[in-house]
């Protein structure tokens, strides 16, 4: 007997085929048995007759309940109003693995629970959903890189100097070399892989000791962070537009039935085009300003004005150049006006914000060293970020985008958390 994965039964049509899975759910009319499978690749509808199956089949259908593993065995058979197109006309039923009080019922759970049972949700249809937009989200993100020939360079997680953030390092004891910090960021490395390489990027896990409850912020997240030899802050906001609206095409184009099953207005997503519209960190506050917020010039834009000031644009918006005293220690100055650097963030509409923090590098050795002892970070530990800046130095830029925020935004969830399949939080380590 053939063994086949839901997703493959339009192939085996008239067929009959095994199928393995878990029981979602149960119905019977005494006559008929209707049994859901999930196995993953998609949903099937089986049907048992009692007249048509042995008895030990039937009693075996009875004996069923939410979650069991089984194997079912039957003819395929087309049918418009199943999901997925097919039903299963049942002949066969083993029991793999029995499933005895399934904590998580059909029925409203509270977060918290959700969450302690996140092993168990993530077999949810929501769940399983999110999983595969993720999942497309990340194969985009590597193929567009690919076919634009750039090299994948990974990136150390033990790392021995600061990428972003003083206050919000993770440190660990490293054997007699002190601490190390579990990397923030893989971007200075891939500063260094750039003048080998010409275009890179890292893609890997990074962590926040971030003591933010909001529903943007995880203590480990997902980053990708491309770099590229001689582009500039503008090169550089061109490749951000081209690779998100890539992005969320590639969701609507994929993962159509996922987006359905979320709820998902897909309407603002199908806008998503390049150009984005593109607007400075002094004309925002001067914008916001009108529109009621009390947004101070000096200030980093808090996530209410990020939502109020995307909220004014159809498609994702740049913000750029942003004052020096916000931004992290390894931005270029900007040279019409020193208060400020040549970066950018991305914020995405419908009020998800920064999914992308972005820059043009501080290039000049003097400059970046007289950074680096402003921000009281130890020059010794950055001695080989700053020989970047001795041999050949080269304009250069690069951007981060995370990719639960970007994963949250398509497919329209409140919350990061449930973006990945076991999020870290404050207060979150278990299971
Ligand atoms: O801190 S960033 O703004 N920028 C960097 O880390 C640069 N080193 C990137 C670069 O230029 N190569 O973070 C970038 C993005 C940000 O826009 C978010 O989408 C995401 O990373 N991010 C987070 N996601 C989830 N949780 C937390 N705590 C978080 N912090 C940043």
């Not at 049509?13 to 095994?18: D, N, P």
């Not at 499933?99 to 029925?107: E, G, L, T």
């Amino acid at each position: 007997m053939t063994t086949v994965r839901i997703a493959e039964l339009a192939r085996h049509e008239g067929a009959s085929v095994t199928v393995q899975g878990w029981v979602l759910t149960l119905r019977t009319s005494g006559k008929i048995a209707f049994l859901v499978l999930r196995d993953g690749t998609g949903y099937l509808q089986a049907v048992l007759s009692k007249k048509e199956v042995s008895e030990e089949t039937w009693a075996r259908f009875g004996g069923l309940s939410q979650e069991a593993s089984v194997a079912v065995t039957g003819t395929v058979r087309a049918e418009p109003r199943a999901p997925g197109g097919y039903e299963m006309h049942a002949t066969e039923l083993t029991l793999l693995g029995a499933s005895v009080d399934f904590p998580i019922q059909p029925k409203e759970h509270s977060t918290q629970f959700l969450f302690e049972h996140r092993h168990l949700w993530l077999r949810s249809r929501r769940q399983v959903a999110i999983a595969k937009v993720r999942h497309e989200v990340v194969q985009a993100i590597r193929d567009f890189f690919f076919a634009r020939d750039f090299t994948l360079v990974d990136t150390p997680i033990l790392t021995g100097s600061i990428g972003e953030q003083a206050g919000e390092l993770f440190s660990t004891d490293y054997f007699d070399l002190g601490k190390a910090y579990l990397a923030q960021t893989g971007q200075l490395y891939v500063e260094a892989a750039a003048a080998a390489l010409g275009k890179v990027y890292c893609f890997g896990p990074t962590f926040r000791a971030e003591k933010s409850k909001t529903r943007r912020h995880l203590t480990e997240f997902w980053m990708v962070e491309p770099e590229v030899a001689f582009h500039d802050s503008n090169d550089n906001m061109r490749l951000q537009e081209e690779f998100v609206s890539y992005i969320v095409g590639r969701a609507l184009e994929a993962r159509r039935e996922e987006l359905k099953e979320l709820e998902r207005d897909t309407g603002p997503l199908e806008r998503v085009q390049a150009p984005f519209a593109r607007i400075s960190y002094t004309d925002a506050v001067q914008k916001l300003n009108a529109l009621g917020s009390d947004m101070a010039w000096g200030r980093d834009l808090g996530g209410d004005d990020e939502t109020l000031l995307a909220q004014q644009y159809d498609r994702p918006v740049f913000v750029f150049n942003y004052p020096k005293g916000v931004k992290a220690f390894y931005m270029k100055e900007n040279p019409d006006d020193p208060r400020t650097v040549l970066n950018n963030d991305c914020l995405a509409p419908e009020g998800y914000g920064e999914i992308i923090g972005g820059s043009q590098r501080e290039d000049d050795y003097d400059r970046l060293l007289a950074r680096i002892l402003e921000q009281g970070l130890d020059p010794e530990a950055y001695r080989w970020y700053l020989d970047l800046r001795k041999y050949g130095t080269f304009v250069h830029s690069g951007f981060g985008l995370g990719v639960e925020r970007t994963v949250a935004w398509i497919c329209g969830l409140p919350h990061i958390r449930e973006t990945i399949a076991f999020p870290r939080q404050i207060h979150r380590l278990y299971p």
